[in-house]
C-alpha cells in the first residue's frame, strides 16, 4: 500500500513546516507523549502480569477501583475513569456482576439506565489487591519527594484537561 | 468465576494494608496512574483518528518517528522505543518495507540479526505526518510554560528509570 495521499498533498502541512522543532530537535528522551506511554507501557504490563496471578483482568481491577472511590456510576462515565472502550467495561462489568463483586441498578433518574455500585465483597476483593497496585504506584515514585510528586501531579491535572473529550 | 486465592490467602497482603494510603485517600484525581493513563488515551486516540486519516497505524508512525531520530537499531530495541509488542513491531516494519519507508539490512556485528533503516522515502512521509504529531504535543502543553514542562519532563524521565525493565 502506497500514501499518495502523504506523498502528494502536501499543501496541508507544508504551512506549518517551519511553526516549531522537529523530533530530532526535541529529542526521544524529551519528548512527553514517548516518555509517558513508555512509562505507562511498563507500569501498565508490570501490573496486569501481578493481577493475572490474582486472577483479575486490567478493566475488573480498573472497575472495582473507581466504584472503590466514587460507587453508582453509570457506564459511560464508569468507562472514561477506567480508561476502557465501552464494550470492554461492559464485559468487564458482566463478569464482576457475576462473580457478585458489583450489581447494576435502575437509575431512578432514568429509567433507560442503569449505574453500577460495588458490592461488600468487591470491597473486599479490591482491599485486598490494593496493596499490590499501591506498591507498583510507589516503584515508581520512589527517589521523588513529596514536593516533585506535588508539582508533577499538579501539570498532570493540566495536560488532562487539555486533552480530554469530556467535561470531567 | 469465584477468586478463592484472593477471599482466603489473605497472609500475603494483610500484612502491608497499613503501609501506605487508600485510593479513597489519595483520590482518583490525585492517583498518577489514573492521570497518566486517561492523558495519553486520550492522546493516542486523537493522535490514531488523525494518524488514520493519512493512511498510516500508530505501530508505523513509532517505527517511523524512532528511526527518524535513531536510525538502524534492532528489532528489539525499536520494539521498546516505539512502544509496541515485538510481534506487531515486525509486522509494522513488514509494512513499511513492503512500502519503501523503511530497509532491513544485515548486522555487521552479528551475522543473526538484523537492523531497520528508515529510507529517503520515510523520511519525507515523517516529515510531513510530524506537524500532526506536533500539534497533538502542543495542545497537551496548552498554557504550561517552559519552566513547568521542563521540570514536568526531568520528573517523568526518573519515573521511566523506576519502572523501565531495560537499562536504556
Redesign the interface.
Known amino acids: 500500500?502506497?500514501?499518495p495521499?502523504?506523498?502528494t498533498n502536501?499543501n496541508l502541512?507544508d504551512e506549518?513546516?517551519t511553526?516549531?522543532?522537529?523530533?530530532?530537535e526535541i529529542?526521544?528522551?524529551?519528548?512527553?507523549?514517548?516518555?509517558?506511554?513508555?512509562?505507562?507501557?511498563?507500569?501498565?504490563g508490570?501490573l496486569r502480569d501481578d493481577l493475572a496471578r490474582?486472577?483479575?483482568t486490567t478493566p475488573k481491577m480498573r472497575t472495582l477501583?473507581?466504584l472503590?472511590?466514587?460507587d453508582g456510576l453509570a457506564i459511560g462515565r464508569l468507562a472514561?475513569?477506567a480508561?476502557a472502550e465501552q464494550s470492554t467495561l461492559s464485559r468487564a462489568v458482566d463478569?464482576l456482576e457475576?462473580?457478585g463483586l458489583v450489581r447494576r441498578s435502575p437509575d431512578p433518574g432514568d429509567s433507560r439506565a442503569t449505574r453500577v455500585f460495588i458490592t461488600e465483597k468487591g470491597r473486599?476483593?479490591f482491599?485486598?489487591?490494593?496493596?499490590?497496585?499501591?506498591?507498583?504506584?510507589?516503584?515508581?515514585?520512589?527517589?521523588?519527594d513529596a514536593a516533585?510528586?506535588a508539582?508533577?501531579?499538579a501539570?498532570?491535572?493540566?495536560?488532562?484537561v487539555?486533552?480530554?473529550?469530556e467535561d470531567f
Do not use: C
Request: hydrophobic share 45%; net charge positive; glycine share 8%.
Open positions: 500500500m502506497h500514501h495521499e502523504i506523498s502536501a502541512v506549518d513546516r511553526e516549531g522543532p522537529t523530533l530530532g529529542g526521544l528522551q524529551h519528548f512527553v507523549p514517548y516518555l509517558m506511554n513508555r512509562i505507562m507501557g511498563a507500569y501498565n508490570s490474582l486472577g483479575l477501583a473507581v472503590s472511590v466514587t472514561v475513569y480508561i463478569a457475576g462473580e473486599t476483593v482491599d485486598r489487591i490494593w496493596p499490590t497496585i499501591r506498591r507498583a504506584y510507589e516503584k515508581m515514585f520512589a527517589g521523588i516533585e510528586r508539582a508533577f501531579t501539570t498532570l491535572q493540566k495536560l488532562l487539555n486533552v480530554r473529550k
